[in-house]
Every structure is written in C-alpha cells, then in structure tokens.
C-alpha cells in the first residue's frame, strides 16, 4: 500500500551496448530526461535508487541470452530442458534408466526465456527433477545412504 513506484527499464541492441559505455549518472540522467519528456505534463522526481545491470561486460553470459529463429516451438525448450541418463539418452527417450544430468537456465523454459526469473524458475524445476531421482536405501551397517 505504502510501497514505493518501481521502474524497470529493459535495453537491448546497440543501444544497450552505448548504455554499458555511459556511467550510472548518465544513464539516471538520461532516463528521468525522457520521462520528463514523455510526462511533461507531471512532476517526474529524481530517483531514490536505482541499480544498472551491464550484461555484456559480465564475462560468464557476454551480453548474451536465448534467441530461437522463427518456426521454433515449446518442444525445442521441452528439448533443451531434457535431462540425460549416463549413456547420453533423453528423457524423452523410452525407457527407465535413471537421469543423470539436469538443465536449468533462461534458455530452458517456453514461458520466460532470455529472463533471469526464467532462469531462476528452471533451476527450481531441475531441483525437483533431482530430488525425485535420489533413491533411499537403508544399510544396516552404515547410516542412510543416496543412491542416485
């Protein structure tokens, strides 16, 4: 109810890179000049905080994210996000052997890819595909032991 306005902003192609160029200030600066330009009809205040993400200078994702040319579906993500049994098969495959490598990323899921909640969903998911892979078996001699 009391909560404060939050703006979220996204940038992408060569105008993400120049953004990456400019310091915090100019970047604040150039978004409350546009506002004010769009809403000069209203008082648009300075912000209280802000925080700038630069994923091109991040040196594990580059700038980049997940993009699928036209004519792709759900099933390419469904596939991406498949894990693998130890002989390299798919789930998708028949059969019951137990899975032993998981996906999780931004580019595993249909509904929000290229988004870090993507990602973030995805790795909850690939969580759950892991636990229900662990089997329990009770050793006499030793305490509980995790068979996966």
Known sequence: ???PPILMSLVSGKEAVACECMSDKELVDEVVSTLRTIF???SVPEPTSFRFTRWG???YSRGSYTFLPPGATDQD???LQS???GNGDSLLLEGSETMRLFFAGEHTTALHPSMA???LLSGMRAARE???TVQFKLDEDKNTDRII
Do not use: M, R
């Open 77 to 79: 993500f469904h596939l």
């Open 117 to 119: 909640h993507g990602a």
């Open 57 to 59: 200078q991040d040196k």
């Open 40 to 42: 000069s009809k209203d």
């Open 83 to 85: 894990p693998i049994n």
């Open 1 to 3: 109810e009391n909560a």
């Open 130 to 132: 892991v636990v229900s």
